[in-house]
């Protein structure tokens, strides 16, 4: 109780008694003084404003209406008994929708919707906003002190129920989580910020569909896993076929390739044999007998002609070629 209040109810106390009983007549008096000195601490003190830390004020003039500029922490002045002050919380605030309820274990809270397909899903989600303090004259102008009921608690449910209709149950326990908690923030920011109030997180608590559904879905998902499986094994061996086949190919290209070698070196061998006829009697020479230093010629020669002889010509006339291996 203010300190005006107790010293105006102090003198008219006095007042009173003063009147009961003649004797003390003098009381009288000094209950005049007290209702007067208690009437005008009354005054001043409701001239005088404290905005807590943490807080934003609004002041209300019965002449002129809101102020449009919000009182910030500290003590302000106000017209006595022509202007009233209300505070607004500026902080940081939660608001909880889950099955235990803010108000008590009994009460669910929880959100129900349905999916894309229809199923039944229940979602707890916590919501983190403050209300913006340039925009708190705004707000009381437009929703006032109530504004968690009439706006954030109905503009939550909206948003998530319509969240959660974008998208198949399956998807929403298992990979769409995120993309529906993006989805839901970026629908209340929007109308939070035509409501003067500033979204600062949503989390999604816990995504609830009914044992039934869960069941089956869990079992889609381990048969398409099972697919997954055996297509990526058909293409670890489609990969594997295909490198046999590239490495057969190298092989046969590799086998080709010297074959061409080797025909390319036995056409110039012959062709270094037919220009040069004398090399074969100087190889079969070296293969009778590496000693022997004299050869004999065909049947229809008619000398005899010295291997150094020979070898001199043929180093003089014949560039060696490498020896071709026999049949």
Same mark, same amino acid.
């Given at each position: 109780?203010?300190?005006?209040?107790?010293?105006?109810?102090?003198?008219?106390?006095?007042?009173?008694?003063?009147?009961? #009983?003649?004797?003390?007549?003098?009381?009288? $008096?000094?209950?005049?003084?007290?209702?007067?000195?208690?009437?005008?601490?009354?005054?001043?003190?409701?001239?005088?404003?404290?905005?807590?830390?943490?807080?934003?004020?609004?002041?209300?003039?019965?002449?002129?209406?809101?102020?449009? @500029?919000?009182?910030?922490?500290?003590?302000?002045?106000?017209?006595?008994? @022509?202007?009233?002050?209300?505070?607004?919380?500026?902080?940081?605030?939660?608001?909880?929708?889950?099955?235990?309820?803010?108000?008590?274990?009994?009460?669910?809270?929880?959100?129900?919707?349905?999916? *894309?397909?229809?199923?039944?899903?229940?979602?707890?989600?916590?919501?983190?906003?403050?209300?913006? /303090?340039?925009? @708190?004259?705004?707000?009381? $102008?437009?929703?006032?002190?109530?504004? &968690?009921?009439?706006? &954030? /608690?109905?503009?939550?449910?909206?948003? @998530?129920?319509?969240?959660?209709?974008?998208?198949?149950?399956?998807?929403?326990?298992?990979?769409?989580?995120?993309?529906?908690?993006?989805?839901?923030?970026?629908?209340?920011?929007?109308?939070?910020?035509?409501?003067?109030?500033?979204?600062?997180?949503?989390?999604? /608590?816990?995504?609830?569909?009914?044992?039934?559904?869960?069941?089956?879905?869990?079992? *889609?998902?381990?048969?398409?896993?099972?697919?997954?499986?055996?297509?990526?094994?058909?293409?670890?061996?489609?990969?594997?076929?295909?490198?046999?086949?590239?490495?057969?190919?190298?092989?046969?290209?590799?086998?080709?390739? /010297?074959?061409?070698?080797?025909?390319?070196?036995? $056409?110039?061998?012959?062709?270094?044999?037919?220009?040069?006829?004398?090399?074969?009697?100087?190889?079969?020479?070296?293969?009778?007998?590496?000693?022997?230093?004299?050869?004999?010629?065909?049947?229809?020669? #008619?000398?005899?002609?010295?291997?150094?002889?020979?070898?001199?010509?043929?180093?003089?006339?014949?560039?060696?070629?490498?020896?071709?291996? *026999?049949?």
């Amino acid at each position: 109780m203010p300190v005006g209040f107790i010293i105006l109810a102090l003198g008219v106390v006095l007042i009173i008694f003063s009147r009961q #009983n003649a004797k003390q007549a003098p009381l009288a $008096r000094v209950g005049v003084f007290t209702v007067v000195a208690g009437a005008i601490v009354t005054a001043l003190s409701s001239a005088f404003v404290v905005v807590p830390a943490g807080q934003a004020g609004v002041v209300f003039n019965v002449l002129s209406g809101v102020r449009n @500029v919000s009182l910030e922490e500290g003590y302000h002045f106000i017209l006595p008994g @022509v202007e009233t002050a209300t505070l607004y919380d500026a902080r940081l605030q939660e608001m909880t929708l889950s099955k235990k309820g803010e108000d008590g274990p009994d009460l669910d809270e929880s959100i129900n919707a349905r999916s *894309k397909e229809g199923l039944e899903i229940s979602a707890d989600v916590t919501v983190q906003f403050r209300v913006k /303090r340039p925009e @708190v004259p705004d707000l009381h $102008r437009d929703f006032g002190p109530d504004y &968690i009921r009439t706006v &954030i /608690r109905p503009q939550i449910r909206s948003k @998530v129920r319509d969240g959660i209709g974008q998208f198949n149950a399956a998807d929403l326990i298992s990979t769409q989580r995120t993309a529906l908690e993006a989805r839901v923030t970026e629908g209340l920011r929007s109308e939070f910020a035509k409501s003067h109030i500033e979204l600062i997180t949503v989390l999604l /608590r816990e995504l609830r569909i009914p044992d039934s559904v869960a069941k089956v879905i869990e079992e *889609k998902q381990n048969a398409e896993q099972q697919v997954q499986i055996e297509q990526n094994r058909l293409q670890q061996a489609r990969i594997a076929a295909q490198r046999s086949v590239a490495e057969a190919q190298g092989q046969s290209q590799a086998a080709l390739a /010297r074959a061409q070698g080797e025909s390319q070196a036995l $056409r110039l061998r012959g062709q270094a044999l037919k220009s040069n006829p004398e090399i074969i009697q100087l190889t079969f020479a070296e293969k009778l007998a590496p000693t022997i230093q004299t050869i004999i010629l065909p049947s229809n020669g #008619n000398f005899l002609m010295g291997m150094d002889s020979l070898l001199k010509s043929r180093a003089a006339e014949v560039t060696p070629v490498a020896p071709v291996k *026999k049949p």
